[in-house]
C-alpha cells in the first residue's frame, strides 16, 4: 500500500510540474502564414539578439563545460511523456556555448500556449544555480523522442540546438552530419559568415497514431527573418518535409544592428554540414589507427538536365571553395558512401552509421549555384564541410521569398540516390613520372554489373585549362566484377591555381554511371 501511494503521489507531482510550464492558453490556427506574420512585423525592426535575455549565472564565464554537463533534463518530465503519445520532446538547458534562450509554445487545431522555462524539469547536480533563472529565461533547445528502432521504446530522433543546426535520425542511425535553417556569406573571403538562430517554437501536439511531428519556427538574423514548417516523419529513412518563407530586411534596419555588415552575397538554401578529416581520396595523411575518420565522404548533385556528379570530399591544407552551376537542381547531398566497420575501425564513433542527407528540392527553385566549402583541419572534432545551394535572383528586402524542399536522413538501404556510382577515390604520384598525378577511380552497379564478357567501357576524362589528362585505362576488378578508370593528368607547371577534373564510364555513347568531379590543389 506504501508502495501505490509513493507512485500516486509522483504522478501527482510530474502532472503538477507539466501545469505549471503552461500559461495564456489563447484560441488561434498556427500555419506557415501565421508564423510568417509575426517573423515579417519582426523584420521591419532591427535584429536584437536573444543573448540579452539570459541570465548573469548562466553566462560562458559562469558556467564552463563541466558545470555545464551537470546539468540534466528529468526523462520523467518529457512533453508529452505522460499521455501516452507517439512523439515526446526533452529539453535543453541554456547556458555555456548555448547563449540564446529559445521561445517554445505548444499547439494544437484550435489553441496556442507557451512553454515556460521550469527548473524542476532538470537535475542540476552538485550546482547551486537552481531558482536563479526566471521562468521568462527560455531553453536552448529540444530533443525530440519516438519509437523509432522499437515499437515499445522511445529513442532520441532528432534535436534543435544551437543557431539554425538541427540533426535527424532515421533507423539504426547514429549522428553525424547536420542542417541548418539558412546559411548567409558562407564562406566569402571579404566578410565574416552571418548565423541566424531558430529564436522561437511552436511544437504540434501530436494524437494517437499520428505519424509526423509538426512544427514551426522564426528564423532571426542581422539580414533576414523567416518562417520554417517541419512535417518530421520516422522511419527507415527519417524524412523532414520544410516550407519557409524568408524576408530580408532594410539596410538601414540591418545596420542599426550591424553597421559594418555588407549587402548579402549568398543565401545558402537547404545548407548541409558535415566533417571530412580523412579517407582514401585524401591527398595528407595523419598519424591515426584508423584508415578513415568522415562522417561524410563526398557530394552528391542530380542536375536538371539529368546528369549526375560525385564529388568526393577532401581536407585539403588550405580553404577551398567550390561553386557549381546548378540551375534548378533536383537535388543533392552530402552522402557517406562508405558503410562498413572495417572502413573505419572506430569502435567509439560509429561513422559507418551515420546518415546520409539528401535534399529534394520541391517546386522551381530557377537559376542557381552549388557551392561546396571544405576548411582545413588537424582533428576530427570540427565541422569543416558546408555545401548549400545559392539562388542567383536574390530577392528584394521585404519581398516574402518561398521556397521548399525534403530532407532524407539515409544510410540508403531503401532509397537508391544513385545506383550506378563511383564506390572509392585514390590518389597519389604515378610511379613512372612523379609530376603526373594518378586518380584511381573505382565505379559499380547494375548497369557494369550486365556488360557481357569481353565488353569494356570507356572512361571519358578532361581536366580545366591549367592540366591535361596524359592517359586513361580502365580495368575490371576480378575480385567484385567493378571498373577501375586510372586517370593521370600532369599539371602546367607555371600555374598554381587548382585543376577541375572529369570522369564517367561509357559504352556505345551511351552513359553507364554518374560523373566523377574533383578539384585537385597543386602542393
Same mark, same amino acid.
Given at each position: 500500500? +506504501? ?52 541570465? /548573469? ?6 558556467? @564552463?563545460?563541466?558545470?555545464?554537463? /551537470? ?116 564562406? #566569402? ?10 529564436? *522561437? ?8 497514431? *499520428? ?46 544592428? *550591424? ?6 552575397? $549568398? ?22 589507427? +584508423? ?51 572495417? @572502413? ?13 542527407? !539528401? ?20 582533428? #576530427? ?7 548549400? !545551394? ?5 530577392? &528584394? ?8 524542399? $525534403? ?60 592540366? +591535361? ?18 586517370? &593521370?593528368?600532369?599539371? &602546367?607547371? #607555371?600555374?598554381?591555381?587548382?585543376? *577541375? ?23
Amino acid at each position: 500500500m +506504501r508502495r501505490v501511494s509513493c507512485l500516486v503521489l509522483l504522478s501527482l507531482i510530474v502532472l503538477d510540474c507539466a501545469k505549471s510550464a503552461f500559461a495564456r492558453v489563447e484560441p488561434a490556427e498556427v500555419t506557415l502564414d501565421y508564423v510568417a506574420k509575426r517573423a515579417e512585423e519582426r523584420a521591419h525592426k532591427p535584429f536584437k539578439s536573444p543573448k540579452g535575455n539570459l541570465p /548573469e549565472v548562466l553566462r560562458a564565464d559562469q558556467l @564552463d563545460y563541466d558545470k555545464y554537463r /551537470e546539468v540534466r533534463f528529468r526523462h520523467e518530465q518529457a512533453l508529452w511523456g505522460a499521455e501516452g503519445l507517439p512523439f515526446q520532446v526533452e529539453f535543453f538547458h541554456p547556458g555555456y556555448l548555448y547563449q540564446e534562450p529559445v521561445r517554445i509554445n505548444e499547439f494544437s487545431y484550435n489553441y496556442v500556449q507557451p512553454v515556460r522555462f521550469v527548473q524542476d524539469f532538470f537535475d542540476y547536480g552538485k550546482l547551486k544555480i537552481k531558482k536563479q533563472i526566471p521562468p521568462t529565461t527560455g531553453y536552448a533547445g529540444f530533443r525530440i523522442l519516438a519509437p523509432l528502432n522499437q515499437a515499445d521504446k522511445f529513442d532520441e530522433l532528432g534535436a534543435f540546438l544551437g543557431a539554425s543546426y538541427f540533426r535527424l535520425l532515421g533507423k539504426g542511425q547514429h549522428y553525424g552530419e547536420s542542417a541548418r535553417g539558412l546559411a548567409l556569406d558562407c564562406g #566569402e573571403p571579404d566578410r565574416s559568415e552571418e548565423f541566424p538562430i531558430f529564436t *522561437d517554437w511552436w511544437l504540434g501536439k501530436p494524437q494517437a497514431g *499520428d505519424q509526423d511531428l509538426h512544427l514551426f519556427a522564426i528564423l532571426d538574423s542581422v539580414s533576414c527573418t523567416g518562417a520554417y514548417e517541419f512535417h518530421i516523419r520516422p522511419g527507415e529513412s527519417t524524412v523532414a518535409e520544410i516550407e519557409a518563407i524568408i524576408f530580408l530586411r532594410e539596410q538601414d534596419k540591418i545596420r542599426a544592428a *550591424d553597421r559594418d555588415r555588407k549587402p548579402l552575397l $549568398t543565401i545558402g538554401m537547404a545548407p548541409l554540414t558535415s566533417m571530412f578529416w580523412f579517407g582514401k581520396s585524401s591527398g595528407r595523411k595523419f598519424d591515426d589507427y +584508423r584508415p578513415e575518420v568522415h562522417d561524410s565522404d563526398g557530394l552528391l548533385m542530380r542536375m536538371e538536365n539529368g546528369e549526375t556528379l560525385w564529388r568526393p570530399l577532401n581536407n585539403a591544407s588550405v580553404m577551398r571553395h567550390q561553386k557549381f552551376v546548378a540551375d534548378n537542381i533536383k537535388g543533392f547531398g552530402l552522402l557517406q558512401r562508405d558503410r562498413d566497420f572495417a @572502413d573505419y575501425q572506430d569502435i567509439f564513433n560509429l561513422y559507418h552509421a551515420v546518415p546520409s542527407v !539528401w535534399v529534394e528540392p520541391r517546386g522551381h527553385w530557377g537559376e542557381g549555384e552549388m557551392h561546396l566549402l571544405e576548411l582545413s583541419t588537424h582533428y #576530427e572534432g570540427l565541422d569543416n564541410v558546408v555545401a548549400f !545551394w545559392d539562388p542567383k535572383l536574390k530577392p &528584394k528586402p521585404m519581398q516574402p521569398f518561398r521556397f521548399g524542399y $525534403t530532407l532524407y536522413w539515409t544510410r540508403e538501404t531503401d532509397r537508391k540516390l544513385s545506383p550506378n556510382k563511383v564506390v572509392a577515390t585514390r590518389i597519389g604520384a604515378d610511379s613512372r613520372n612523379p609530376q603526373w598525378r594518378q586518380f584511381v577511380i573505382d565505379f559499380a552497379g547494375p548497369k557494369l554489373a550486365i556488360l557481357p564478357e569481353g565488353a569494356v567501357p570507356e572512361a571519358i576524362a578532361s581536366c580545366s585549362e591549367n592540366g +591535361r589528362i596524359v592517359e586513361s585505362q580502365i580495368f575490371r576488378i576480378p575480385s567484385n566484377s567493378n571498373w577501375r578508370a586510372i586517370v &593521370k593528368m600532369e599539371p &602546367k607547371s #607555371e600555374n598554381k591555381d587548382p585543376i *577541375d577534373l572529369r570522369c564517367t564510364l561509357q559504352k556505345g555513347g551511351e552513359v553507364l554511371t554518374e560523373t566523377w568531379t574533383y578539384h585537385w590543389s597543386p602542393p
